[in-house]
């Protein structure tokens, strides 16, 4: 059974950071693509960032600069540093893996995800 758990999340202040951690089960980890995404109360779920097997790695244009993917193969887990938060980036967050290669189309569509966590909530006050 797959399983993926976020941890991590937390309430911070604007200008803050946090690092949010993935740890997979259940499946060959090194083979799967992995997601971040996040959802925020009323608005759709968003595509965050990505990182290939291969570490290949992508980002929503809102968050250059500020937050950065990485994974531990050894570990099965993914993470996303996220530096110099602000108000919008409150949000529940996502992990997801899928081990299809994903595309630029691809990437950001929760659709082609097969597996997720249940999120971390992350409160960014001013």
């Known amino acids: 059974q797959v399983q993926l758990v976020e941890s991590g999340g937390g309430l911070v202040q604007a200008g803050d950071f946090l690092r949010l951690s993935c740890t997979a089960s259940?499946?060959?980890?090194?083979?799967?693509?992995m997601g971040w995404f996040r959802q925020a109360p009323g608005k759709e779920r968003e595509f965050v960032s990505r990182?290939?097997?291969?570490?290949?790695?992508y980002y929503a244009d809102f968050v250059k600069g500020r937050f950065t993917i990485s994974r531990d193969n050894a570990k099965n887990t993914v993470y996303l540093q996220m530096n110099d938060l602000n108000l919008e980036d409150t949000a529940v967050y996502y992990c997801?893996?899928?081990?299809?290669?994903?595309?630029?189309?691809?990437?950001?569509?929760?659709?082609?995800?097969?597996?997720w966590g249940k999120g971390t909530q992350v409160t960014v006050s001013s």
């Open positions: 259940g499946l060959a980890f090194s083979e799967f693509e």
């Open positions: 990182i290939s097997f291969y570490d290949s790695t």
């Open positions: 997801a893996a899928d081990q299809h290669i994903m595309t630029t189309a691809t990437m950001a569509s929760p659709p082609a995800y097969e597996y």
